[in-house]
């Protein structure tokens, strides 16, 4: 029987965030992001979770609370691909090949439970795995170079485009596959990296599940007081 796994990247530095510290342990409604997240994660019941962290990382034990089947990992990589690949190296003694891994963005605090279990339910019985998405619903213009004044080039056709959200859910030897590609170190999501190697003919394209607008991933200190909102209105609805 296939288990899955719970993988949390959490070894950036949020150089773009701009605070000083990583983003992930910036506080969000009392607790730290990474904490919110994990919380949110503990509805997939009794997968355990693995936090990969910076091996420098000094502040995870001392701020995140302990929660019951979170192990930390200080395995991370200069790229996001690396830390996941990294990660999957640590679980080869653990894992079967057709086992899931659940990767999800510690910057995701606000990902609503229905949406984990949907990507559960629907990804479950698929030979490669899939992730959460959201159709395009803005009109999308494609911009020239230009860094000081740009001008649109052309408008695209929004029809076929989604927003890839986490978590991205992939059989394990397939994923480990994937990250091991020399081009998958540019891959900006695991999704990417599976996109790669179905390219080869090695596996089907990845399956797209609807997601929430809700899963707000948190780029700017300013996201931080909206995914409080999303928080507190997801907890009322749930009272």
Same mark, same amino acid.
């Given at each position: 029987?296939?288990?899955?796994?719970?993988?949390?990247?959490?070894?950036?530095?949020?150089?773009?965030?701009?605070?000083?510290?990583?983003?992930?342990?910036?506080?969000?409604?009392?607790?730290?992001?990474?904490?919110?997240?994990?919380?949110?994660?503990?509805?997939?019941?009794?997968?355990?979770?693995?936090?990969?962290?910076?091996?420098?990382?000094?502040?995870?034990?001392?701020?995140?609370?302990?929660?019951?089947?979170?192990?930390?990992?200080?395995?991370?990589? %200069?790229?996001? =691909? !690396? @830390?996941?690949?990294?990660?999957?190296?640590? &679980? /080869? #003694?653990?894992?079967?090949?057709?086992?899931? +891994?659940?990767?999800?963005?510690?910057?995701?605090?606000?990902?609503?439970?229905?949406?984990?279990?949907?990507?559960?339910?629907?990804?479950?019985?698929?030979?490669?795995?899939?992730?959460?998405?959201?159709?395009?619903?803005?009109?999308?213009?494609?911009?020239?170079?230009?860094?000081?004044?740009?001008?649109?080039?052309?408008?695209?056709?929004?029809?076929?485009?989604?927003?890839?959200?986490?978590?991205?859910?992939?059989?394990?030897?397939?994923?480990?596959?994937?990250?091991?590609?020399?081009?998958?170190?540019?891959?900006?999501?695991?999704?990417?990296?599976? %996109?790669?190697? =179905? !390219? @080869?003919?090695?596996?089907?394209?990845?399956? &797209? /599940? #609807?997601?929430?607008?809700?899963?707000?991933? +948190?780029?700017?200190?300013?996201?931080?007081?909206?995914?409080?909102?999303?928080?507190?209105?997801?907890?009322?609805?749930?009272?």
């Amino acid at each position: 029987m296939s288990r899955m796994w719970i993988v949390v990247p959490a070894a950036g530095a949020g150089s773009r965030y701009g605070s000083g510290r990583p983003k992930q342990y910036e506080d969000l409604a009392g607790a730290p992001m990474l904490q919110r997240s994990l919380e949110r994660l503990a509805a997939l019941d009794s997968s355990p979770i693995v936090v990969a962290l910076a091996p420098d990382d000094a502040e995870f034990e001392r701020v995140v609370a302990r929660q019951p089947g979170v192990e930390a990992l200080r395995c991370g990589g %200069e790229t996001r =691909a !690396a @830390t996941v690949r990294n990660t999957l190296a640590a &679980l /080869v #003694p653990r894992c079967g090949e057709r086992d899931w +891994v659940l990767v999800h963005d510690a910057a995701r605090p606000c990902v609503p439970r229905d949406a984990l279990r949907r990507l559960v339910d629907v990804v479950g019985d698929d030979p490669v795995g899939g992730l959460l998405a959201l159709p395009l619903g803005d009109t999308l213009k494609l911009a020239d170079a230009s860094p000081d004044a740009p001008r649109v080039l052309r408008t695209e056709d929004r029809r076929s485009l989604w927003l890839a959200q986490t978590p991205q859910m992939f059989r394990y030897g397939i994923l480990a596959q994937a990250l091991r590609l020399d081009a998958a170190g540019e891959a900006t999501d695991e999704a990417q990296a599976v %996109e790669m190697l =179905a !390219a @080869t003919g090695a596996c089907a394209m990845p399956r &797209l /599940v #609807p997601g929430s607008a809700a899963n707000l991933k +948190v780029t700017w200190p300013g996201d931080l007081a909206l995914a409080a909102k999303i928080l507190e209105s997801q907890d009322e609805g749930e009272a």
